[in-house]
T-cell receptor, first 115, second 116 residues
Framework: DAGVIQSPRHEVTEMGQEVTLRCKPI?????LFWYRQTMMRGLELLIY????????DSGMPEDRFSAKMPNASFSTLKIQPSEPRDSAVYFC?????????????FGDGTRLSIL | SQQGEEDPQALSIQEGENATMNCSYK?????LQWYRQNSGRGLVHLIL?????REKHSGRLRVTLDTSKKSSSLLITASRAADTASYFC????????????????FGKGTKLSVKP
């Protein structure tokens, strides 16, 4: 079975540009999570969806960040405008549902560099 | 907010030795999970231990949970060079109503290096 698929794997862009990260969760998984990983702050949850509905977006840093899940097989995380401090590895993960005792399955991430 | 804190931050051992990593957390939990992350890759789920369990095994992995001390340990026996990775604990916090928050809170990880 295919795992969680993220694209692009690497993105380098100049500050002020719009960045869109994409994620395809595992088929049949109802929960989807977006994380950001940096050396300083570790792995931070940005937002998570259950059945395509945002449940908790309290981790989204500011209004420049937005996330959507138009259907069960696709989600995007958008940064507009991007800033150098947004440089990080962004992970998408999915789980079968948000009921307890479910492991999360991670994609290999998007390494984002904002110059 | 940080829930799990791993200890040590880094660990270097020789192949064949055992590696022990610890995790402490702050609030009551439904379960605790351990993940591995190889360089440049996403996290991979290793093992889940429920709050009413004290010990769990999976291959060369042994996980213990002490809810009274709010701590867990991950033991990798007979380590191999391929075990070199970062290891994270993640907790599923117990809500006031007894249910799950719906998401996991990760620690900052232990970086394990196994030398051949």
């Amino acid at each position: 079975d295919a795992g969680v698929i993220q694209s692009p794997r690497h993105e380098v862009t100049e500050m002020g540009q719009e960045v869109t990260l994409r994620c395809k969760p595992i088929s049949g998984h109802n929960s989807l999570f977006w994380y950001r990983q940096t050396m300083m702050r570790g792995l931070e949850l940005l937002i998570y969806f259950n059945n395509n509905v945002p449940i908790d977006d309290s981790g989204m840093p500011e209004d420049r960040f937005s996330a959507k899940m138009p259907n069960a097989s696709f989600s995007t995380l958008k940064i507009q405008p991007s800033e150098p401090r947004d440089s990080a590895v962004y992970f998408c993960a999915s789980s079968r549902d948000r009921v307890s005792n479910q492991p999360q399955h991670f994609g290999d991430g998007t390494r984002l560099s904002i110059l | 907010s940080q829930q799990g804190e791993e200890d040590p931050q880094a660990l270097s051992i020789q192949e064949g030795e055992n590696a022990t990593m610890n995790c402490s957390y702050k609030t009551s939990i439904n379960n605790l999970q351990w993940y591995r992350q190889n360089s440049g890759r996403g996290l991979v789920h290793l093992i889940l231990i429920r709050s009413n369990e004290r010990e769990k095994h999976s291959g060369r992995l042994r996980v213990t949970l002490d809810t009274s001390k709010k701590s867990s340990s991950l033991l990798i026996t007979a380590s191999r060079a391929a075990d070199t990775a970062s290891y994270f604990c993640a907790t599923d916090p117990l809500m006031n109503y007894g249910g799950s928050q719906g998401n996991l809170i990760f620690g900052k990880g232990t970086k394990l290096s196994v030398k051949p």
